[in-house]
């Protein structure tokens, strides 16, 4: 967490006022530049990116649209009840935890915009990513908005 927060700050971009394709920006950077150490091979998906949008009511802002910079990372399990076990094949020891980067957004200027995400598996694609991202309609539409909130956190799922 506080790694990704360092990284954005570096680059000189303050969560709650820079432009949310600049933010998107510095999490997908953070993802192709930095390797985090332990997890599993890349060829397995150990370490993912996704770009995520929406409304939910579990969200904790639920009545605003959210934007979620997620790097998704696996390490080997431990012997904890919470680790994964059996019920994820073929990774049946792989503990996963998501490093968000969640931006809220003013939900009126996002209602025609349906819930959705994008995954992306391998940092040797994202510049590809990258110019797909900057042309997706919820960051064109970000552009005319300020943020309402926003959020660095890490979880195990």
Same mark, same amino acid.
């Given at each position: 967490k506080f790694a *990704? @927060?360092?990284?954005i700050a570096g680059k000189g971009i303050e969560l709650r006022t820079s432009p949310l394709v600049d933010i998107? %920006?510095?999490?997908?950077?953070?993802?192709?530049?930095v390797r985090v150490d %332990?997890?599993?091979?890349?060829? @397995? =998906? !150990? =370490?993912?990116? *996704?770009?995520?949008? !929406?409304?939910?009511?579990y969200d904790?802002?639920? !009545?605003?649209f959210h934007? =979620?910079?997620?790097?998704q990372f696996g390490v080997p399990a431990t012997d904890d009840e919470d680790s994964? !076990?059996?019920?994820? +094949?073929p990774y049946e020891d792989v503990d996963y935890y998501q490093l968000h980067c969640t931006i809220w957004m003013p939900a009126r200027p996002f209602s025609s915009i349906a819930n959705g995400h994008c995954w *992306?598996?391998? +940092?040797?694609?994202?510049? =590809?990513?990258?110019?797909?991202?900057?042309?997706?309609?919820?960051?064109v539409q970000a552009r005319d908005h300020q943020q309402t909130a926003s959020e660095i956190a890490i979880e195990k799922v």
């Open positions: *990704l @927060e360092a990284f998107c %920006g510095a999490c997908l950077d953070f993802y192709a530049q %332990g997890t599993v091979p890349l060829d @397995e =998906d !150990g =370490d993912m990116f *996704l770009f995520q949008w !929406g409304r939910s009511q904790k802002r639920p !009545g605003d934007v =979620d910079f997620v790097r994964q !076990g059996d019920m994820c +094949p *992306l598996y391998r +940092p040797a694609q994202a510049a =590809d990513f990258r110019t797909s991202m900057t042309s997706h309609p919820v960051l």
